[in-house]
């Protein structure tokens, strides 16, 4: 039986003509797709594997940048924050992304991380408490060396949009996440080298990119898969 998707956003997926279905995620068979997901096994594992790796070719005009991967547990089980940009955007515009950028002069990842957090969507710093990091990937449109660093936060987050890059605020248990009808990887071929690009259909967003390899490399985690993913 052919396997469907949910619906779906409305961003711009800029698909080449020859592409295939790729790979089943790491999850699958680890985790039903209903059952809630416990915060501190997680954030056990992010703490102990220590560091990211970097995993990605960084070229020599990219830009040093960082997210912050925002989690907390309530009744849903574990959640993540995200946002959407906002169509205005010169690049990823419409996307859904974690909230960060670019590193000041003299930032860290973590301090920038924190701040970005702060002026997009006004979340408390004293509220983050820092785990740890994903693996570091770099991007090809913006052309980002992206770090991602993994936060704890005591509750959900009193957050909202206060840029204008920023459209849209989620609140994302990661059991959606897990939901059969929800990943889906793709194999794109841009000659002379094939991506695997990693979506995730949601009821009405799609989560692509940068964002969804980051996602994927957290939610194996979660399930004891030490991920590294590629990706564009």
């Known amino acids: 039986m052919e396997r469907t998707w949910r619906r779906g956003g409305d961003q711009i997926i800029p698909r080449p003509e020859q592409w295939r279905l790729g790979e089943p995620p790491h999850w699958e068979g680890r985790h ?38 925002a989690l907390w547990e309530d009744d849903r089980g574990t959640e993540v ?31 920038a991380a924190v701040r970005e957090a702060h002026e997009e969507v006004g979340l408390d ?22 770090v991602p660093i993994v936060a704890r936060l005591e509750r959900r987050p009193d957050v909202a949009p206060m ?3 920023v459209q849209r605020v989620l609140h994302l248990p990661l059991s ?8 889906r990887q793709e194999i794109w071929w841009r000659p002379p080298v094939e991506w695997p690009i ?32 590629t990706g564009y």
């Open 163 to 165: 840029t204008g890059e």
């Open 32 to 69: 039903d797709g209903l059952s809630p997901v416990a915060l501190q096994p997680l954030l056990d594992t992010v703490r102990t594997r220590g560091g990211g790796s970097l995993i990605d070719p960084v070229p020599t005009d990219a830009r040093a940048s960082a997210v912050l991967v």
């Open 125 to 146: 710093p004293s509220l983050v408490e820092v785990i740890g990091e994903l693996d570091h990937i770099s991007t090809v449109v913006s052309k980002s060396f992206i």
């Open 198 to 229: 990693h979506f995730f259909e949601l009821d009405d967003e799609t989560i692509w990119g940068a964002t969804g390899r980051m996602l994927v490399q957290l939610m194996s985690l979660a399930v004891g898969v030490d991920a590294r993913t």
């Open 176 to 183: 959606e996440l897990y939901r059969p009808d929800t990943y």
């Open 81 to 111: 924050l995200l946002t959407k940009r906002s169509w205005e955007m010169r690049n990823h515009k419409g996307e859904i992304s974690f909230p960060g950028g670019r590193l000041d002069p003299g930032e860290t990842p973590v301090e």
